[in-house]
């Protein structure tokens, strides 16, 4: 019986068939895309710190002339890695190398014994090769280069890279000049590209070896860092670390624990992972209420049919399976389309910062998401299925209580069509009439597209306002390296005075220890007025033991305003510091935006005798170009002879990063608007055909073409107005506070998110797309054949 009734749908129905097929293939596709991706993404850095012999610890002395050897005899050290803080340019690309530039490597160790990079393609340079260059995906991407290319590289001259205070971006190499072979593009922890960033190019040992005096400058002073890998791994750095103050005679020499640098990449992946499975999971909902709505309208068709196969014998089991083959068939095929679409679309998987450190781009098979995803759907098409025709076996339930909306329109006299638009749209009546399934539709479509903007907004503000992230100033004057600058009472106070500047903060910085804590500590100093400083509580510092902390050094070290802190300086000393506040400090080279501390001046230099970086943090006046105002500071400092490099500043990498993810909140909101769409209009066509003998009877007593379509707009309007009612308070409450969670794990200054086109907007909108959703059943219950539809009943 199931055979031969299955050859008939196939034969009628084949075209609901393949359309069913197709919207649990696109469904299938998007959800397990998505799950996949994020099962990817999360996973993607420890794939590649698995593959690399990546480094544990990254030292910084920033002094000319380091002892190396004597830290590669150190008994907890495996291999060193060095780096000098200079490098080359190329040819036709601005700015040095590239955006994303990284230092020459030093040694014959990078590459091989620590931090061996993926060869994604090609081939890694020679070690002794002075020609040969390895690339970033992105450097090829963004310059339009392939492996295999050509490029001019650019040495500087040895006394440029002699001098500290020398801007990159400004210099005209004065070296020698040659051609160079891109033989490769790379990918490790450290060799990566950035969120926002422009790629990069880098030299083997052969090119280091090769022009050392460009790249060392004719005195060797250029500062050479390096990469280390503990035979204990990161669990060795405090021993490491005593080991180093020993040898070394110095306890202010910066150390990174690689595991702690992690944390904000593992922070972003997780959040991007997490945005992608709610991503799957909006869909998934989307697809059970409207392909869940097509199986069950399809199955209480097929059981109208089989009714008449009753009074031969036919069984309710029989009656069931038979009425749910045909839908579960279709759908089990469109799941197998769909883990095909999946595989395919897992080409452009994972996203975000996750595919910049993918181990292995490309199209990529997650049989265990793949197979048990199809398994899931089409389970979910059998309980569909076999649930809602045994419901429709069952026949049709009592009419639910009378709507109190309803009841009120009629005894206020309101016309009959208002009165039956509000029945059909809050009351169930004799049959099953989706009433309550297109009211949570278009709540929940309501609500969940106005969270999903609401949350947009807050990535949206945070993409482009770098005040969230504490950075207040949009020039950086580097007035010293190294103890070595320029004499800051000559010059910050006509820096002070410009016309475009409203704030100046002497910033000399140097990393103070807080137990195992490495802590960038700032001088803050005004010249004039004060930079606005972005705190989270509490206040600057103003007396000589007080200190702001950033928000992730106060969270590491445990501390809270009013509590204390200990810091050792450069003497070895600890001295106890009372915690004023929490906030945001300057983006250094030895700490982010929410790493790091504040003290005054004389602090500051009670711990320190001398400055790691002299910088001026420079605050213009709203509207001021910070290009042209660095190109005024240049010229100046020109004219008087001051080697004082001025730069507009970057904005902080986490507003790329933010950026990568606006798109997934409004794709969300997309998938929740069809989700509204689908229920209504379901519940719409439904109640025109399934109250049909109503309307029919009420055409016949002298209700007009008219009215018949001013009741399905009644209706529409009642249900897009009680999405409204109800969602918009809930849709903007949930998205602040999903954002605010965000805001605290990220961390940012939290500011309220308003998504002011979605609220002004999200009313008309709702209630327009709900009336042109009523135009077809409302034309056809004016068509209604009257005599056909009460002869038939």
């Not at 007009?704 to 707009?713: D, E, G, N, P």
Request: overall charge positive.
């Amino acid at each position: 019986m199931t055979a031969i009734w299955l050859r008939l749908e196939l034969r009628r129905r084949r075209r609901s068939l393949v359309v069913l097929a197709l919207l649990v293939a696109l469904a299938t596709t998007t959800v397990l895309a998505a799950v996949a991706g994020a099962r990817r993404g999360a996973t993607s850095m420890d794939r590649l710190l698995a593959e690399t012999l990546p480094g544990d610890a990254v030292v910084l002395p920033n002094q000319p002339g380091f002892d190396w050897d004597r830290v590669r005899a150190l008994p907890t050290v495996e291999a060193v890695a060095t780096f000098a803080l200079s490098g080359f340019y190329i040819e036709g690309i601005p700015g040095g190398s590239v955006t994303d530039w990284l230092p020459a490597i030093a040694d014959d160790q990078s590459w091989y014994s620590i931090e061996k990079p993926l060869v994604l393609q090609g081939r890694l340079p020679g070690v002794d090769r002075a020609d040969e260059l390895a690339a970033s995906p992105r450097f090829l991407q963004r310059w339009g280069l392939e492996v295999g290319d050509t490029v001019t590289v650019l040495m500087p001259g040895p006394q440029q890279s002699d001098d500290p205070m020398q801007n990159p971006a400004t210099v005209r190499p004065a070296g020698p000049r040659f051609p160079a072979v891109i033989t490769g593009v790379v990918r490790s922890p450290w060799f990566s590209d950035q969120v926002g960033g422009e790629g990069f190019v880098l030299g083997s040992y052969g090119m280091f070896a090769k022009y050392r005096a460009n790249i060392m400058g004719s005195e060797e002073s250029v500062n050479v860092n390096a990469l280390v890998r503990l035979h204990d791994g990161t669990d060795g750095i405090p021993a490491f670390k005593r080991e180093l103050a020993r040898a070394t005679g110095r306890n202010d020499i910066d150390v990174w624990d690689m595991d702690r640098e992690l944390e904000h990449v593992d922070q972003v992946l997780g959040f991007e992972a997490l945005s992608l499975l709610a991503f799957a999971l909006a869909a998934l909902a989307a697809a059970m209420i409207l392909i869940g709505q097509s199986i069950a309208r399809y199955c209480a068709a097929a059981v109208a049919e089989l009714r008449v196969l009753r009074a031969a014998g036919l069984t309710p089991r029989q009656a069931v399976t038979t009425a749910a083959t045909a839908p579960v068939i279709a759908a089990a095929a469109g799941a197998g389309l769909g883990l095909a679409g999946a595989f395919a679309a897992s080409n452009w998987m994972p996203i975000g910062m996750a595919a910049l450190g993918e181990p292995h781009p490309g199209p990529d098979a997650d049989w265990p998401v793949l197979a048990s995803g199809w398994l899931v759907v089409v389970a979910l098409a059998v309980l569909a299925a076999v649930g809602s025709a045994w419901i429709a076996l069952r026949g049709s339930r009592p009419a639910a209580r009378p709507s109190a909306v309803a009841s009120a329109a009629t005894r206020a006299g309101l016309p009959v069509p208002v009165v039956v638009g509000a029945r059909f749209a809050l009351e169930r009546g004799h049959g099953a009439v989706p009433v309550r399934p297109a009211l949570l539709g278009a709540v929940v479509g309501v609500l969940g597209v106005l969270a999903a903007l609401t949350f947009s907004a807050g990535v949206s503000d945070a993409g482009r306002n770098p005040a969230r992230y504490g950075q207040t100033h949009q020039v950086n004057a580097y007035l010293g390296f190294g103890g070595r600058g320029v004499d800051a009472d000559r010059v910050l106070p006509r820096i002070a005075g410009d016309r475009d500047v409203v704030g100046v903060n002497d910033g000399r910085s140097a990393v103070a220890q807080s137990g195992r804590t490495a802590v960038g500590m700032y001088s803050y100093a005004p010249v004039g007025r004060s930079i606005r400083t972005v705190l989270t509580e509490g206040r600057m510092p103003a007396a000589d033991h007080e200190v702001l902390l950033a928000v992730s050094t106060a969270r590491l070290l445990g501390a809270e305003v009013g509590g204390t802190v200990p810091l050792t300086g450069q003497d070895g000393r600890a001295r106890v510091f009372t915690v004023t506040g929490i906030g945001f400090v300057p983006i250094g080279s030895h700490n982010d935006y929410d790493e790091g501390a504040y003290v005054t001046a004389r602090a500051w230099e009670g711990l320190f005798d001398t400055f790691k970086f002299h910088m001026a943090q420079v605050a213009l006046r709203p509207g001021a170009d910070p290009e042209a105002v660095t190109a005024r500071f240049r010229a100046e400092a020109a004219r008087l002879g001051l080697p004082i490099a001025f730069e507009a500043v970057r904005p902080p990498k986490e507003l790329a990063e933010a950026r990568e993810m606006e798109v997934l909140p409004v794709l969300l909101a997309g998938f929740l608007t069809s989700l509204a769409v689908g229920a209504v209009g379901h519940a719409l066509a439904t109640a025109v055909r399934r109250r049909r003998r109503e309307l029919a009877v009420m055409r016949a007593l002298g209700l007009t073409r008219r009215q018949a379509r001013r009741i399905v707009v009644v209706q529409a309007t009642l249900i897009a107005l009680t999405g409204l009612i109800f969602g918009v308070p809930l849709g903007l409450a949930l998205g602040r506070t999903l954002w605010r969670t965000v805001a605290d794990n990220a961390p940012l200054f939290y500011q309220p998110p308003v998504a002011f086109w979605a609220l002004l907007l999200v009313g008309p909108a709702a209630i327009a797309t709900a009336n042109l959703l009523a135009a077809w059943p409302g034309r056809t219950a004016a068509r209604l054949r009257v005599g056909d539809v009460l002869r038939t009943e």
